[in-house]
């Protein structure tokens, strides 16, 4: 397989967490006695971190940001797995890279604390090394820190790795890391016009791409 390193988004590439995303929005709206809003909303507006989310979510209203992302977050870390689920054949896929020794490992705008907390609650945390949030890799996507630093522990060259994702940020921290890239089209983001390496409806597709 041309591969060595898979590194992987985690909203809505290996995790659907939008009905999870969209209830501590919806709370920390509540606190502030605004209406919520639908889900499909709340979903275009994830991607770029939980601040970003927060502000989009807030848009036109007189509320302090940063006291509502501590809100949406508590609220978040103690529901972050009710609805939270891996997309299909996500598991059986990892399962198949690890015994293959391809090394994985995530990248992702989502805090953290949260990234940590969902790894393990869902037993995936065993197949990555590592898993970056922003605080991890000293930015956010698409800035390429966290890239460079999965290459540099695993003394992989970029045309070995392959960046895996639903949403433009990562298909754009792979254009500026110089690797290739993956769009998840069954994830919760969208392109926006950035043209990925190729696409994968699904994992056993994956599956079959990285082995032709």
């Known amino acids: 397989m041309k591969y060595k ?5 985690l ?5 659907d967490t939008r009905k999870d995303l969209a209830a501590a929005v919806n709370e920390m709206r509540r606190s502030y006695g605004l209406p ?11 991607g770029d971190g939980a601040q ?18 501590k809100l949406m977050l508590d609220f978040y870390k103690k529901n972050i797995c009710v609805f939270s689920h891996l997309y299909e054949g996500c598991r059986d896929f990892l399962k198949l890279m690890k015994s293959k020794g391809i090394a994985m490992a995530v990248l ?15 037993d995936l945390d065993q197949y990555f090394n590592p898993i970056l949030g922003p605080e ?11 890239v460079y630093k999965c290459l540099e522990i695993h003394q992989i060259e970029a045309a070995q790795a392959l960046m895996v994702g639903d949403h433009h940020t990562d298909l754009r921290v792979a254009q500026n890391a110089k690797i290739d890239n993956a769009f998840f089209t069954s994830g919760m983001g969208n392109k926006d016009g950035v043209i990925p390496t190729f696409v994968f409806d699904d994992y056993s597709s994956l599956e079959d791409k990285l082995q032709s």
């Open 136 to 146: 991890g890799a000293g930015c956010h996507k698409p800035e390429p820190g966290g």
């Open 5 to 9: 390193l898979l590194i992987f988004d």
């Open 108 to 122: 992702t705008n989502k805090p953290q604390a949260m990234t940590d907390i969902i790894l393990k609650e869902l």
């Open 52 to 69: 970003k989310l927060v502000e989009r979510s807030l848009q036109g209203e007189n509320v302090d940001p940063v006291e509502a992302l």
């Open 11 to 15: 909203d809505g590439t290996l995790v």
């Open 36 to 46: 919520i809003l639908p889900l499909e909303i709340i979903v275009s507006y994830v």
